[in-house]
């Protein structure tokens, strides 16, 4: 299992290029399962979770190219040739439940495993359900599977979701596009992944109104045809970057970063003491002067500060002049870089949903390990800030949702490095 070396090395200065965003292209590609005629995304971004998608796609009978370095993803559909979503697959990623919706309402019948993913607390798909059983699916859980059909077709229904799920919307959406009559979701999820879907979607030809609002509406159509659509920017990937100058100092722009993807988690740095300016290519980020100033944070769904960002801001409150407190609102134990952060130096109480962070001078680097996605990534983050070494192990699941991280934090003169071991 490879591991990455991180040594403190002062400022960082230079440009970083944001990819497309990992979960908005989860849940396009999915909607290739909805027509007969080829999707084409630009700008998908590079990462094993993408892989995996693909593979559980083409195990239904779709074929993915990756084109352009792997930034194109040709896809086409002509005929499933199964409708059963693999358990060896989908326990790799959550997100491959959005297989459901599409392959439900094209062929009325769908098999998929029960998901996994990271470790971050129960992650129950109910609601999903829901939507699809108001659509007239008939659905039954046995041996760790949904079996779903709608041998008739599915059929326009109103869903009013507990929570505002983003992937029970995704799901609920793309179905919704191929059933016959009106579709209503109410408190949908409103974060632009959904919003990059239902362009996606429109393009294709399906009938949605209320994207990015609480209440969508789908008038479902006969069928879809082909499109092409540029994935939407990764707003966690340029939040995570954003974060480099603000621990580190100097000055970093995020090229393709706009302040209406991050619009929450910017006055949050803003009350940190970090500067955030939007140029003609991105973003310019860099601390305003002297120390980080402790900040309150809690997640929320979009349009508050996202749980995908929870870890990053916490190293970058464990130096902080002041004591903070994050509230996780979303998943239940998502705190389990704390511990680890902790092995740095960092002081952190942690009681249910919150965590206390009293900021320290300076950090010290330490032997770690990522337990999720953000996770990792935010152990670098803080491993870039410390003094000495810090060596981070299983960074298998860095590779999920960050490409080239090696590469993009050596551009603006950080010192770090990927140690494989066979
Ligand atoms: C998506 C993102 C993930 C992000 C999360 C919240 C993708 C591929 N992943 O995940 O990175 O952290 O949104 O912004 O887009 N829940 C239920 N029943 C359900 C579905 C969800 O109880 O049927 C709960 C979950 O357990 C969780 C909360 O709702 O506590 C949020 O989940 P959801 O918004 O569905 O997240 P995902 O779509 O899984």
């Known amino acids: 299992m490879d591991s990455i070396l991180v040594r403190g090395n002062g400022a960082l200065e230079g440009q970083i290029a944001i990819a497309g965003a990992k979960n908005a292209c989860l849940a396009l590609m999915p909607a290739t399962l909805l027509s007969e005629e080829p ?6 971004p590079r990462l094993s979770d993408i892989r995996t998608m693909s593979q559980l796609l083409q195990s239904l009978g779709a074929e993915v190219t990756s084109l352009a370095d792997g930034t194109v993803l040709a896809m086409s559909s ?11 697959i989908v326990r790799k990623m959550r997100a491959s439940i959005l297989v459901l919706g599409p392959m439900l309402a094209r062929d009325g019948q769908a098999v998929v495993s029960l998901p996994g993913g990271c470790a971050i607390g129960a992650r129950p798909v109910d609601l999903h359900l829901k939507a699809l059983d108001a659509m007239g699916a008939e659905l039954d859980l046995r041996d760790g599977y949904v079996h779903a059909k709608a041998p008739n077709g599915l059929k326009g229904g109103s869903v009013k979701f507990d929570f505002a799920s983003v992937g029970a919307t995704e799901n609920a959406v793309m179905a919704a596009s191929l059933a016959k009559g009106t579709t209503v979701l109410e408190n949908a999820a409103r974060e632009p992944e959904i919003v ?3 362009k996606c979607l429109r393009a294709m030809g399906a009938q949605i109104e209320g994207e990015g609002t609480s209440r969508i509406e789908i008038q479902g159509v006969d069928r879809l ?17 954003m974060l480099a100058p603000a621990i580190c100092g100097g000055e970093v722009e995020l090229l393709g970063g706009r302040i209406g993807l991050v619009g929450a988690f910017c006055e949050k740095l803003d ?5 955030v300016t939007e140029t003609e290519t991105g973003l310019r ?40 407190v994050l509230e996780e609102t979303i998943f239940e134990n998502r705190f389990m870089h704390a511990p ?24 010290k680097g330490a ?17 870039l800030a410390a003094e000495g070494e810090t060596m981070v192990s299983r960074v298998y699941h860095l590779d999920r949702g960050y490409e080239h991280v090696v590469a993009k934090l050596r551009g603006v003169g950080a010192d770090i490095e990927r140690i494989s071991e066979t």
Do not use: W
């Open 340 to 363: 680890e952060l902790m092995r740095m130096g960092a002081r952190i109480d942690v009681h249910g949903g919150h965590a206390t962070v009293t900021g320290v001078d300076r950090l």
């Open 271 to 275: 009350a940190a003491g970090v500067s």
């Open 225 to 241: 045809h082909g499109a092409t659509h540029t994935v939407v920017t990764d707003r966690i990937e340029l939040g995570t970057y």
């Open 196 to 198: 990059d879907l239902v």
């Open 78 to 88: 002509h005929a499933l040739t199964s409708h059963t979503a693999d358990y060896d």
């Open 285 to 324: 980020v860099a601390r305003k002067n002297g120390r980080i100033s402790a900040v309150d944070v809690t997640t929320e769904p979009y349009p508050g500060f996202p749980t995908d960002l929870q870890a990053q801001m916490m190293a970058l409150l464990c130096t902080a002049e002041g004591t903070s």
């Open 39 to 44: 999707l084409t995304l630009i700008n998908a």
């Open 367 to 383: 032997p770690v390990m990522a337990t999720d996605l953000r996770a990792s990534v935010s152990l670098i983050l803080a491993g």
